[in-house]
């Protein structure tokens, strides 16, 4: 199966600070990319979808301006959470899909734990 | 809104034998499209099996199996000759057939498999 990536696989990062999480398709150009976070033994929460080139869909609850996301180009997209406070230490994961088309499969990045002292 | 349900949080099962995850959801559409993603202790999500509604015959993938019954919304997984490493956590997941919808999980079913 295709392949997305993740970087950092963790950060850990002061209070206030703002963190970056990239997330890569390696061998597919991926129209629509999506965020999720992920709380211990809790299942994946949809925080916004992206598509290449346009601004991303956020689930309602999740702030934009909090959760900056940027989709440039069809084989990256970036999550920046800005000023970032213990609650929003997580389980970051970001998933990709090649088409538009229903039925194509959506394949995860490996994640990334984030820790705000 | 689409919904899935996971009734059971945690499974276990011998190794070798066979155990079946249940999973319902709930939709007014008539085409979709229904996963099973395994989630190990690694944490990467790793899709076991999928199912188009359109399509009446079950689908198989080595010794994982589903059970769709689609007037009664029910989507369960069979894992025939469990293995150490079948061990995760497994989510049911939902996708209408339109266009740029993301997947809608489950909460999950923990699944043990015991030596």
């Known amino acids: 199966g295709a392949v997305v990536s993740q970087h950092p696989s963790r950060v850990i990062c002061k209070s206030g600070t703002s963190v970056k999480i990239e997330c890569r398709s390696l061998?597919?150009?991926?129209?629509?990319m999506f965020w999720y976070r992920q709380f211990p033994k809790q299942s994946l929460m949809l925080m916004a979808t992206?598509?290449?080139?346009?601004?991303?869909?956020?689930e309602q609850g999740v702030e934009k301006d909090k959760f900056l996301i940027n989709h440039a180009s069809l084989t990256l997209s970036t999550l920046t959470v800005t000023s970032a406070h213990p609650e929003d230490s997580s389980f970051y994961i970001c998933s990709a899909r090649e088409s538009v088309l229903a039925g194509e499969t959506q394949y995860f990045g490996p994640g990334t734990r984030l820790l705000v002292l | 809104a689409q919904t899935v349900t996971q009734s059971q949080p945690e499974m276990s099962v011998q190794e070798a034998e066979t155990v079946t995850l249940s999973c319902t959801y709930d939709t007014s559409e008539s085409d979709y499209y229904l996963f099973w993603y395994k989630q190990p202790p690694s944490r990467q999500m790793i899709l076991v099996i999928r199912q188009e509604a359109y399509k009446q015959q079950n689908a198989t993938e080595n010794r994982f199996s589903v059970n769709f019954q689609k007037a009664a919304k029910s989507f369960s997984l069979k894992i025939s000759d469990s293995q150490l490493g079948d061990a995760a956590m497994y989510f049911c997941a939902y996708r209408r057939d339109s266009g740029n919808t993301p997947l809608v999980f489950g909460k999950g079913t923990r699944l043990s498999v015991i030596a």
């Open positions: 992206s598509n290449e080139g346009s601004k991303a869909t956020y």
């Open positions: 061998d597919f150009q991926a129209t629509t």
